[in-house]
């Protein structure tokens, strides 16, 4: 564990992307966070608020644009070889404009240095999202009615 808690320490940084803010890890941004969630979710579960406000296992990535997140995506290590992909939302004006790919792309490169597998599940009838983890070489391990489970192996 302890080598995990390393691995995820020294992935912190930020850079700045189409003259946004892009970035991990701010703990001002998890209120931003939150209500992008609850836009696009519904009310934000409390493991969730646990995971954002204390796992020390997390990888949290951010894009920001006039101190607001417009796109996020929250990875929690399950373990030193698998980290899993818990949740990712883009605000609604900017969906279709590459943000998703963007942060995706960002971070399964870097965090594809450090775990073997990245894991998801997403929503079995969102189709959009199942051809852009497809797209990124992530293939569905389980299924149900209601959902998809899909696994990245490096």
Same mark, same amino acid.
């Given at each position: 564990?302890?080598?995990?808690?390393?691995?995820?320490?020294?992935?912190?940084? #930020?850079?700045?992307?189409?003259?946004?803010?892009?970035?991990?890890?701010?703990?001002?941004?998890?209120?931003?966070?939150? +209500?992008?969630?609850?836009?696009?979710?519904?009310?934000?579960?409390?493991?969730?608020? !646990?995971?954002? =406000?204390?796992?020390?296992?997390?990888?949290?990535?951010?894009?920001?644009?006039?101190?607001?997140?417009?796109? =996020?995506?929250?990875?929690?290590?399950?373990?030193?070889?698998?980290?899993?992909l818990k949740g990712i939302a883009?605000?609604?004006?900017?969906?279709?404009?590459? #943000?998703?790919?963007?942060?995706?792309?960002?971070?399964?490169?870097? !965090?594809?240095?450090?775990?073997?597998?990245?894991?998801?599940?997403?929503?079995?009838?969102?189709?959009?999202?199942?051809?852009?983890?497809?797209? #990124?070489?992530?293939?569905?391990?389980?299924? +149900?009615?209601?959902?998809?489970?899909?696994?990245?192996?490096?």
């Amino acid at each position: 564990m302890q080598k995990l808690l390393s691995v995820l320490a020294v992935i912190r940084s #930020f850079r700045i992307v189409r003259n946004l803010v892009y970035k991990k890890n701010d703990k001002k941004d998890i209120v931003n966070i939150i +209500n992008l969630h609850n836009r696009k979710f519904g009310q934000i579960d409390n493991l969730t608020k !646990l995971y954002l =406000y204390t796992h020390k296992n997390r990888s949290l990535y951010t894009i920001i644009k006039d101190d607001v997140c417009i796109a =996020y995506a929250l990875y929690i290590a399950r373990d030193n070889n698998e980290i899993h992909l818990k949740g990712i939302a883009v605000e609604d004006n900017y969906l279709g404009k590459g #943000f998703a790919k963007k942060i995706l792309s960002d971070s399964i490169s870097e !965090l594809g240095n450090f775990f073997k597998i990245i894991s998801l599940n997403v929503v079995s009838d969102n189709t959009g999202a199942i051809s852009l983890y497809k797209s #990124f070489g992530f293939v569905i391990e389980s299924e +149900n009615e209601d959902e998809i489970s899909m696994i990245f192996k490096k």
